[in-house]
């Protein structure tokens, strides 16, 4: 809490609480939420579940989250929950009146963790406090909906950092949610590279150590990333939430400049945008891309695409060294790195594709296409892949369902 209360001296304005919310509990934000639990004065922290089944599942997992290291469970607790039901935030915390944690009932049936669940939201208050900083680690097809829900306890001086795959989110932001500029909460971004497995709800297995990287995000109103990153003031929550992750051991996070951290998610876009669709069409491990010459010709088309859209984007002119640093071939061998590092492991959209989810492709290679487009450069490659993956989605929906296609335009015809 020192921190908060220097920022607030520094800023000379209200003292923050330096309570973080945390939105999306996979295993990003179980692995964020853990990391700040482990620190010697962890800060004040939410965790926001959206529905009372994820409620139940918490109870069930005795209100903790472990991360699993080299076979071995650290657990946390502490956390105070919001959840919402019917549309209504509801605060669950995790201290009562006195300060003691609250009682636990264990070993309770499916039956008596969903009667316990009603009750303890039935007993519970409406919670519209105002959220200063706000953690979404949510899929990127998925942020509009959740940010729509906690948009009336955001406001200007709040900070909304968004750690997930893809790109654009912030742009889809401003157009449905937050449209006022003048009610627009400040942003954040980061690029997370951990080694992260779910185990269970949650429960994450950290599988590798990685860094998380981080900046604030200047408007759009901004001439260029070069001139934001030397002459931006960002607001008092956003230092706060800059300064604890920085401060957060677990994390190994750093702050960027908004120009390094655009370069750094563009790479890992380039990287999502090749390994995540051939996977997920073709449904195979990471590492069933390498050594295959076919596979090779197309991650070089789809590249080819990919580099000359960055190459060409507007907020990146003027930075030295762009043109190298996304070359089609820097940036297929840094693919074939990532394919052979993560051989074994299925990756997230081929994964989404199996579990009949709805993928982030509109936010990986449709950036590229929507991007390309702004530019005048057709992206035909990537188009062609985004439409097959959508397809393989309804494929699997479709014979799941049972679904049979019937023309009826012979009959009317006749």
Same mark, same amino acid.
């Given at each position: ?17 330096? %309570? ?108 519209d ?26 406001? %200007? ?38 080694g ?40 008092p ?13 677990p ?48 991650? %070089?088309?789809l ?13 990146l ?7 190298? %640093? ?5 940036l297929r ?38 991007r390309?487009?702004?530019l ?39």
């Amino acid at each position: 809490m020192q921190d908060a209360e220097e920022i607030s001296k520094e800023a000379g304005g209200s003292r923050l609480s330096g %309570r973080i919310h945390i939105l999306g509990l996979g295993n990003v934000g179980t692995f964020i939420a853990h990391s700040l639990a482990a620190r010697p004065s962890p800060p004040p922290m939410t965790l926001l579940l959206h529905n009372p089944n994820l409620y139940r599942h918490w109870l069930a997992k005795k209100k903790c989250l472990a991360i699993n290291t080299n076979g071995l469970d650290d657990i946390k607790t502490g956390f105070d929950i919001d959840v919402l039901n019917s549309e209504t935030w509801h605060s669950l915390p995790y201290f009562d009146e006195n300060g003691t944690p609250k009682k636990d009932k264990n070993n309770l049936s499916e039956k008596a963790l969903k009667a316990e669940a009603e009750q303890s939201l039935a007993q519970s208050k409406e919670d519209d406090e105002h959220i200063e900083c706000l953690i979404v680690t949510v899929k990127a097809n998925m942020t509009v909906k959740a940010l729509g829900s906690v948009s009336h306890r955001l406001t %200007r001086d709040s900070t909304v950092l968004l750690l997930q795959n893809g790109m654009g989110t912030i742009e889809e932001l401003n157009k449905k949610v937050f449209p006022d500029p003048l009610k627009r909460p400040n942003y954040m971004s980061g690029v997370l590279s951990h080694g992260l497995l779910r185990k269970d709800s949650f429960q994450v297995a950290h599988t590798g150590v990685g860094t998380t990287i981080l900046s604030p995000v200047p408007s759009r109103d901004s001439l260029s990333p070069v001139v934001a990153d030397e002459k931006t003031d960002w607001a008092p929550t956003t230092k706060y939430l800059l300064r604890t992750l920085t401060l957060t051991p677990p994390l190994v996070a750093i702050a960027e400049t908004p120009s390094s951290l655009l370069q750094y998610q563009l790479e890992k876009l380039a990287m999502n945008a090749v390994i995540n669709p051939l996977t997920a069409i073709l449904e195979c491990g990471n590492g069933e891309l390498l050594y295959n010459y076919s596979f090779t010709r197309l991650m %070089r088309l789809l590249l080819l695409e990919i580099s000359s859209v960055i190459c060409a984007l507007p907020e990146l002119q003027g930075i030295p060294g762009v043109e190298f %640093r996304f070359s089609p071939e820097r940036l297929r061998r840094m693919v074939v790195q990532l394919a052979n590092k993560t051989a074994k492991n299925s990756s997230s959209m081929l994964q989404d594709v199996q579990g009949r989810k709805v993928t982030e492709i509109e936010y990986i290679n449709g950036y590229i296409i929507q991007r390309g487009e702004e530019l005048g450069i057709k992206c035909a490659v990537n188009y062609m892949i985004k439409q097959m993956v959508l397809a393989k989605q309804d494929m699997l929906k479709q014979r799941e369902s049972g679904a049979i296609p019937v023309d009826l335009s012979s009959e009317v015809d006749g």
